[in-house]
């Protein structure tokens, strides 16, 4: 007995260095454990149960040599051991992570114990034909049809474990095929060593199913376990990092300098509040496109832009306006060596349309953005009643979406707004306006992700302003993911 548990012990430390070993291989140490006890439990040669304590012995060694390495890393980096300072739930979550760990870092290398023994015993009892000589040790060669069964059985069993749980643990845990692929790799290991036994047995021998099942049910009730912490610290992750906010922007865009201007344009409401518009008036600032040319002064003479709100015949809306919007038409080409190129300006003169090289650009385009948080998560797919949209709307209709998402969900709309615009400006000019309003609701799983609706008008006017205009509006609700 006592040399049969130092046999054990001693295959076990072998199966935990070897572990230990394969741990430093990229790729390999997601299984190195699985490894570690299978080596172990092939070496012990005493049945399931004798190899699966030994692979459980080589796990325990592989979890001591990881804490070890990891503790003089900490003391090399830090020059102490860093165990105070912290949140007490922060190093609570810690321990119990690096218990679970090490829990499971046993279970997989008793299970790469037991599967071991499996396989020296089916290569110790594989059935031989007429044609296979027996080594040495009494061992006779495998069959070719037992080890691709078995290599069949345990691909299929990878390939589905590890691809239905990445695609399960994704909303929850990333990278969940990080955490896929030791499972699989455990499942397919399984199946292909039993299907190799099952195939490769004796005419005579019979397989303890119930202890395999038994074996199976308590991994499967572990592995479950685990599964459920991890879908636990992933949802906390998800609702620690969700965020929902309103994104209100207006674009004037002009490519000649105006005089004089005021444009009226759509404002969020939601049911008479209008928390959005009120933070713009209170607190917008302007972004100018400037464009990026050697010559040109990057910080053009600053625009003394005002903004009210307006009661108007279509209801209320914000005005912007200005005394005089100075726009600059900026002449370049297009200079290249060897490595890079850049853009260097010209001189009205020097500009030819016809050569590709060259191009002309404004200062004329102006964005004025603010976000508010909303403290609930925002109805995405139903805003209408609920959030805040641009108004006025006349005549809304449904029409296909162009890009679609979730056709429960996803809808689109079209209707026709209105903008005032006044300005004096020449008869070639070109105006835009643009407004945009959108409520997003945020989260990380895997990366950030979420959903969203988008409310927006346009609309190009040419010449001088002369009061109002029609716009054209487009409307989308449900787009993007959604947990529930």
Known sequence: MQERTA????????????????GFVPLVLLVAPL??????????????KRGALAGAVAGIVMAAVSTLITGVVLALRFGEFPVGGGPLRSLGIAALLSLAATLGQILVA??????????????????????????ADGARPPSWRAILGGLVAGLAAFLAVTISLTVVLDPLVWPSLLVALPIGAV???????????YLARGPEETINWRAIGIGVLV????????LFG???????????????????????????????????????????????????????RYERDVPALRGYDPDPTPVNFTYERVETEHGPMIAISADRIDVSRVYYRVVENETMGWRERISPDE?????????????????????????????TADPLGTAPILTPQYDRTAVECRFGTDAERHRCYEYDSRVYATYDTTPNATVYVSTELSGRNEWFSGGWTGNEYRDRTSVELLGPGRGWYVTSGELEVGRGNYRD
């Open 7 to 22: 046999s054990t012990l001693r295959n076990g430390v072998l199966g935990g260095v070897v572990g230990s070993a394969l």
């Open 219 to 226: 991994v499967v009730l572990v592995f479950g376990l685990l």
């Open 187 to 197: 499942a397919g290991a399984s199946a292909a060593v039993l299907g190799y036994r």
């Open 35 to 48: 490894l570690g006890g299978g080596v172990a439990g092939y070496l012990e040669r005493e049945g399931p």
């Open 110 to 135: 008793g299970v790469g114990g037991a599967l071991g023994a499996l396989l020296a015993d089916g290569r110790a009892s594989a059935p031989s034909g007429s044609h296979t000589v027996a080594g």
């Open 351 to 379: 500009y030819d349309p016809t050569d590709p090289a060259m191009g002309v650009r404004d200062d004329g385009s102006f964005t004025f953005t603010v976000t508010l948080r909303s403290e609930e998560r925002i109805e």
């Open 230 to 284: 991890l879908s636990v610290l992933g949802q906390q992750r998800v609702e620690q990092s969700s965020e929902s906010t309103y994104e209100y922007r207006v674009t004037l865009s002009t490519d000649r300098s105006l005089e004089n201007a005021t444009v009226y344009v759509p404002m969020p409401t939601d049911d008479g509040d209008t928390e959005l518009a009120a933070q713009f008036l209170q607190s917008v």
